[in-house]
Nanobody, 127 residues
Framework: QVQLVESGGGSVQAGGSLRLSCAVSGNPYKRLCSGWFRQAPGKEREGVATINSESGTTYYADSVKGRFTISQDNAENTVLLLMNSLKPEDTAMYYC????????????????????WGQGTQVTVSS
């Protein structure tokens, strides 16, 4: 069973940056789709960014394209999300998720497809 632990959330002013980290352990699979999701109060969960561990292929939601970067550090077994030019509308609880995958294409951003989830880390952006 894959275990995920997020860190790096916090409070920042608009225009600032944060880096989220997701530590991955207990992975019995050769390949994983990993992703960052967020959910703000009263809103649906949104797939923010995903990465295929085999190919490095990434996906970004339109709302974060050009501002957020997802990457993986295979030596450290972590998945990172660098968030630049943060906006108040980026305020949400951010979750790391993962699921085994067989292909090399972009990973689907639908949260229902992911089998392992972290506890979440809060990101608050003030105007």
């Amino acid at each position: 069973q894959v275990q995920l632990v997020e860190s790096g959330g916090g409070s920042v002013q608009a225009g600032g940056s944060l880096r989220l980290s997701c530590a991955v352990s207990g992975n019995p699979y050769k390949r994983l789709c990993s992703g960052w999701f967020r959910q703000a109060p009263g809103k649906e969960r949104e797939g923010v960014a995903t990465i295929n561990s085999e190919s490095g292929t990434t996906y970004y939601a339109d709302s974060v394209k050009g501002r957020f970067t997802i990457s993986q550090d295979n030596a450290e077994n972590t998945v990172l999300l660098l968030m630049n030019s943060l906006k108040p509308e980026d305020t949400a609880m951010y979750y790391c998720a993962a699921t085994p995958v067989t292909g090399r294409g972009a990973c689907n951003p639908r949260g229902l497809l992911y089998t392992s989830w972290g506890q979440g880390t809060q990101v608050t952006v003030s105007s």
